[in-house]
């Protein structure tokens, strides 16, 4: 199996099982659990291929995508009663589907397009939409609205790949770089708390000084 479809295949697991656990975390049914593992694990690809103008989409065209999201949910509904913090737990799921998609967005929109300014933007809405969607539809604290860097970690891996990429390494080389970059931000936004400054806002002047 070619690297890129088996990064494509364990960032669509992984998503859907962050949506899995979130659906045990609303101790939802497995109706439940199938919408959130599928909703959160093609999402990304969704937006992805729309973006690029690639339709039918991933998952139209190769329904093997869904098998896997049910099948992730079906696990993660029998099993998630075992894990004592899935919270911790979703959150590193969620940093490796983060690396993997990064990765893969990356990689789909610098062969549509050629162009790494889109590889790199189609990286980060790939990786990156699946978890906001995530957070949406279960009513969780959004990704976008957490201190510790999420969608920084996402464009730290896909600009990685593609500068690898346009470097001329080997696929297998980019993709590990892409990915270790990405997983190792967002790791260490997850352990140690890293974050970026934020704005502060500043009381605005007075009219009269602006006569």
Known sequence: ?????????????????TGALAASRKEL???GFLFLAAATGIGG??????????????WVVNPTYLVVCVAVALVVFFTAHRVESRYRLLLWLDALGLSAYCVMGAAKGFAATGSPAVAVTTGVLTASFGGILRDLLAN???VLLRREVYVTAALAGASAFTTATVA???LWAASSIGMGTAFVVRGGALRFGWSIPVYRPRPGRHPDDVM
């Not at 199996?1 to 099982?17: K, Q, R, S």
């Not at 690809?45 to 991933?58: E, I, K, M, Q, S």
């Open 29 to 31: 049914d497995i109706i």
């Open 168 to 170: 001329g390494l080997p």
């Open 140 to 142: 969780e604290p959004s």
């Open 45 to 58: 690809g969704t937006f992805r291929d729309v973006v690029l103008g690639a339709t039918p989409v991933f």
């Open 1 to 17: 199996m070619p690297i890129l479809e088996l990064t494509d295949y364990a960032g669509v697991a992984v998503f859907a099982a």
